[in-house]
């Protein structure tokens, strides 16, 4: 349907000109069919684990009626019948035990998930109703396949027992074998060699699914099955070494005294392959249930986190738009009063597009985050995966290096204007003269001096620079599209100068600054009473205007007594024009540098480690940056998507970021990060300037709104559940009663050696309680590094993309104390009916039978 969508669209126009055809479908159908393989993905590596176990359970079981109908088989033979009649007729049986399933199961199986629509994880789905099931063919072939693998596991145990005589079968009831064929041809070690190899291809394809030679993805049986062969590899060695570990046990047991458990201990090594069968089932159905019963835990939890990283903080405003000129303590307020929080509750930031040199003509971007780090330490999400170092002692860091502050010349107060003594250059007849003044708060005014009478004979010539409106009038501020300062203490940051005009070729300029002056209004006749408050006979604190581009050289600054003055003046020059700097004066001197915390990409990418120093071209400027910390992850970071991010101070940033006169503006925060969700929006007529509000819940919701998503994953994790508890169950059952049944005639003897009921009983007690606490104890161990791989493997969402932060695996630990309470209560209850059939054990009729 997709495709004749788009072949439509396409053709339609040339059939039926300036017609057009506009429809999302499509595109919505190759969402749904990503959605859908992306989904499907690990819930088939889940089922493949299933699969596993199932074969595993009926291999078990295929065992115990092989061993239980040996001696059938060799009666058979010995009465006539040939190997190959008996082995077919063991075939014959396996084929008459999964035809049957095979036709029967499908059915079976689509009214079970038809069923699970009534369940509350499909209400989003079904409404409450049953699921409408499609067989399908794949469902048929993918039966018929089951059953195939079903009568081969039910076949080869009885095959290979149908070969044994009456002598063989006493040989191995006196001499079990120790080591089954696995363990003699270490094939234990080839299985751990193929899972070797899949885990290593697993870790560098970094996902379950591989990409297709001409695009796209699709899913490596390889992949699929690396967490099962991982499980099986684990399995395999444990049987090899646990028989040495329980002899070690069995020895203990002997010095320590008493009957029944080194007996139990000593039957257990002297049969492991009888009990390795069902103590490998617990094993791998144990692991498969720990992560089952953990894997929707962690879900939930990576919705959280995802819900949490995302906004950064429990709520954060994006596109955030003050008053131009605004001080960021009153935009908070206001925008605080607008949200219905506290002041206290918004925290500023600031992200700003920078670039570094990697190399000559070589550039990378990269984005500047500002905070306010004692401000972040108490709304924003982390976790202790995001860095090597605790987010407190980052934040530290940045606080350690804060530079809150620019020095200046402090301008009196009272003063309503500014003066200057220049001798402007002739070579630039148009030149602008102008003054930079700072707040505390970072704010800045760049204000263009005007010239107060006329030049002298030297070509000295005052000129004014208004810092109040009374100054000179409103003419000035409407001219200079500014308006006069509103902070006190102010300081004048920089005097410079630029050209006024276009030039055609570089030149060389010279031009001189005598004295800096503050007073009030002039008088009507030009007359002006002003102080001195800059003398600049010593310039040790001041230095060259910089920083417009490493290639541009910032010019001098020296200390000159041309004619004119009575005392030192300073003289800059600078080389101006294409290849030249655009501005030439001087500031006062700031030696901070802009303390970051480096994401791992940007230091990967620019080769620099902690405490290395680097230019950033940040807002029309250079600024000298020094790495102080690092981190894989922070909130709102996404490393697959976003530029390499550096995180810093806010103040700092505002601060060192806007040195650069009249070519760059003091930024202003265009992020609010908010302690708790506001109760209101971002409605129109609120007041409030932004592009977006992002709430934790909000997204919470969103990240599992989708049913297909959701559903599935309950559904899987209920059948795997489910299935490992029944197949433990059932498995444990038929192994305890075809055992015993098996072995009436060697507890028949124990009671005539002189063992009582009671110490019969409390041996196989102990038999079958040392192999559960060993499949339970060594299965819930090997459940966590199953859990890690899979969550490992697993971190994507259900469109492809990687997880961010990634999935941690958790582990519902009321789930599986469910999964140890009903194997301890089959357990039991097997105990109980096998004492209760040991009690009617009529030991006369026993012994002749096995006599017989």
């Known amino acids: 349907l997709a495709s004749r969508l788009r072949a439509l669209t396409a053709n339609l126009p040339r059939e039926l000109p300036r017609t057009q055809v506009e429809t999302e479908l499509p595109a919505a159908i190759e969402l749904y069919k990503t959605k859908l393989f992306f989904t499907r993905l690990p819930l088939f590596a889940l089922i493949v684990q299933i699969v596993g176990i199932v074969l595993l359970y009926l291999i078990l079981v295929g065992s115990l009626l092989a061993d239980r109908r040996a001696e059938e088989w060799a009666m058979l033979q010995s009465r006539g019948a040939s190997p190959r009649q008996v082995r077919l007729l063991a075939v014959a049986e396996a084929a008459l035990i999964a035809l049957p399933a095979a036709i029967l199961g499908p059915p079976a199986a689509a009214a079970g998930t038809a069923l699970l629509g009534l369940t509350p994880a499909f209400d989003s789905l079904s409404e409450g109703r049953a699921l409408h099931v499609t067989l399908s063919a794949e469902a048929w072939g993918m039966a018929l396949v089951g059953a195939a693998l079903a009568g081969v596991a039910v076949a080869v145990p009885a095959v290979r027992g149908a070969q044994r005589s009456f002598v063989q079968l006493r040989q191995m009831a006196a001499r079990p074998p120790q080591r089954p064929a696995f363990l003699r041809y270490y094939l234990d070690v080839g299985v751990l060699v193929i899972a070797a190899a899949a885990f290593y291809q697993l870790r560098t394809e970094g996902s379950l699914a591989r990409e297709r030679l001409l695009g796209g993805a699709a899913a490596d049986p390889v992949l699929l099955a690396a967490p099962s062969l991982f499980m099986l590899a684990v399995g395999l060695l444990v049987l090899r070494l646990l028989p040495v570990a329980l002899r070690a046990v069995a020895l203990a047991a002997r010095v320590a005294g008493g009957v029944t458990l080194p007996l139990a201990l000593w039957n257990v090594v002297r049969r492991p392959l009888h009990y390795g069968r069902l103590m490998l089932l617990l094993m791998l159905a144990t692991a498969v249930g720990v992560f089952a019963a953990g894997f929707r835990a962690t879900l939930e939890r990576s919705y959280d986190d995802r819900a949490a990283y995302a906004a950064a903080a429990p709520a954060r405003l994006l596109g955030f738009r003050p008053e131009p000129g605004a001080n960021p303590e009153s935009s908070v307020r206001a925008a605080a009063a607008l949200l219905g929080l506290k002041p206290e509750q918004v925290m500023p930031a600031l992200r700003l597009d920078a670039s570094y040199a990697l190399g000559r003509f070589r550039y990378a971007d990269v984005t500047v985050l500002g905070i306010v780090p004692e401000a972040l330490l108490d709304r924003a999400f982390w976790r202790g995966d995001f860095a090597s170092r605790p987010l407190g002692d980052l934040m530290a860091a940045l606080a350690r290096s804060r530079a809150d502050t620019i020095p200046g010349v402090p301008v009196p107060e009272g003063a309503r204007c500014?003066?200057?003594?220049?001798?402007?250059?002739?070579?630039?007849?148009?030149?602008?003269?102008?003054?930079?003044?700072?707040?505390?708060?970072?704010?800045?005014?760049?204000?263009?001096?005007?010239?107060?009478?006329?030049?002298?004979?030297?070509?000295?010539?005052?000129?004014?620079?208004?810092?109040?409106?009374?100054?000179?009038?409103?003419?000035?501020?409407?001219?200079?599209?500014?308006?006069?300062?509103?902070?006190?203490?102010?300081?004048?940051?920089?005097?410079?100068?630029?050209?006024?005009?276009?030039?055609?070729?570089?030149?060389?300029?010279?031009?001189?600054?005598?004295?800096?002056?503050?007073?009030?209004?002039?008088?009507?006749?030009?007359?002006?009473?002003?102080?001195?408050?800059?003398?600049?006979?010593?310039?040790?604190?001041?230095?060259?205007?910089?920083?417009?581009?490493?290639?541009?050289?910032?010019?001098?600054?020296?200390?000159?007594?041309?004619?004119?003055?009575?005392?030192?003046?300073?003289?800059?020059?600078?080389?101006?024009?294409?290849?030249?700097?655009?501005?030439?004066?001087?500031?006062?001197?700031?030696?901070?540098?802009?303390?970051?915390?480096?994401?791992?990409?940007?230091?990967?990418?620019?080769?620099?480690?902690?405490?290395?120093?680097?230019?950033?071209?940040?807002?029309?400027?250079?600024?000298?940056?020094?790495?102080?910390?690092?981190?894989?992850?922070?909130?709102?970071?996404?490393?697959?998507?976003?530029?390499?991010?550096?995180?810093?101070?806010?103040?700092?940033?505002?601060?060192?970021?806007?040195?650069?006169?009249?070519?760059?503006?003091?930024?202003?925060?265009?992020?609010?990060?908010?302690?708790?969700?506001?109760?209101?929006?971002?409605?129109?007529?609120?007041?409030?300037?932004?592009?977006?509000?992002?709430?934790?819940?909000?997204?919470?919701?969103?990240?599992?709104?989708?049913?297909?998503?959701?559903?599935?994953?309950?559904?899987?994790?209920?059948?795997?559940?489910?299935?490992?508890?029944?197949?433990?169950?059932?498995?444990?059952?038929?192994?305890?009663?075809?055992?015993?049944?098996?072995?009436?005639?060697?507890?028949?003897?124990?009671?005539?050696?002189?063992?009582?009921?009671?110490?019969?009983?409390?041996?196989?007690?102990?038999?079958?309680?040392?192999?559960?606490?060993?499949?339970?104890?060594?299965?819930?161990?090997?459940?966590?590094?199953?859990?890690?791989?899979?969550?490992?493997?697993?971190?994507?969402?259900?469109?492809?993309?990687?997880?961010?932060?990634?999935?941690?695996?958790?582990?519902?630990?009321?789930?599986?104390?469910?999964?140890?309470?009903?194997?301890?209560?089959?357990?039991?209850?097997?105990?109980?009916?096998?004492?209760?059939?040991?009690?009617?054990?009529?030991?006369?009729?026993?012994?002749?039978?096995?006599?017989?």
């Open 418 to 852: 500014l003066g200057l003594r220049v001798k402007l250059p002739s070579e630039l007849p148009r030149a602008r003269l102008g003054v930079r003044l700072r707040a505390p708060d970072a704010r800045a005014w760049d204000l263009p001096a005007v010239p107060l009478g006329e030049p002298g004979a030297e070509g000295w010539q005052l000129f004014l620079v208004p810092i109040a409106e009374d100054c000179t009038g409103a003419d000035y501020w409407r001219a200079a599209r500014v308006s006069p300062p509103d902070a006190d203490a102010l300081v004048v940051d920089a005097i410079y100068l630029r050209p006024g005009t276009v030039l055609q070729a570089p030149i060389a300029v010279a031009w001189s600054v005598d004295e800096l002056l503050a007073g009030g209004r002039p008088s009507d006749d030009g007359s002006w009473d002003a102080a001195v408050i800059e003398s600049f006979e010593r310039l040790d604190a001041f230095e060259a205007i910089g920083g417009v581009s490493a290639a541009v050289d910032p010019g001098t600054i020296a200390s000159a007594k041309p004619a004119g003055v009575h005392d030192q003046a300073v003289l800059v020059t600078a080389r101006m024009g294409p290849g030249g700097a655009p501005i030439a004066g001087l500031r006062l001197r700031h030696d901070a540098v802009l303390p970051v915390v480096a994401s791992a990409a940007f230091l990967e990418a620019s080769r620099l480690r902690e405490g290395d120093e680097l230019d950033l071209f940040l807002n029309a400027q250079l600024v000298r940056a020094r790495v102080v910390g690092t981190f894989r992850l922070f909130p709102g970071y996404r490393p697959d998507v976003d530029r390499p991010l550096l995180v810093t101070d806010f103040a700092t940033l505002r601060n060192l970021a806007s040195r650069l006169p009249a070519l760059a503006d003091v930024p202003l925060p265009n992020e609010l990060w908010l302690a708790r969700e506001p109760a209101g929006g971002l409605a129109e007529g609120s007041g409030l300037r932004a592009e977006a509000l992002l709430r934790r819940s909000a997204l919470r919701a969103e990240a599992e709104s989708d049913p297909l998503v959701a559903a599935s994953w309950e559904g899987i994790l209920f059948l795997s559940f489910a299935a490992v508890l029944g197949l433990t169950a059932v498995g444990f059952a038929a192994y305890a009663y075809l055992s015993a049944e098996r072995r009436a005639l060697e507890f028949a003897v124990l009671r005539t050696v002189g063992l009582t009921p009671l110490q019969v009983f409390a041996t196989l007690f102990w038999e079958h309680a040392v192999v559960i606490t060993a499949g339970l104890g060594i299965g819930t161990v090997l459940g966590f590094p199953l859990a890690r791989l899979m969550v490992e493997y697993l971190a994507f969402t259900e469109t492809g993309a990687t997880v961010v932060p990634p999935l941690v695996a958790e582990i519902r630990w009321p789930a599986v104390a469910a999964l140890y309470a009903v194997i301890a209560l089959i357990f039991f209850a097997t105990m109980v009916a096998l004492a209760a059939m040991y009690a009617r054990l009529a030991l006369h009729r026993t012994l002749r039978l096995g006599e017989a």
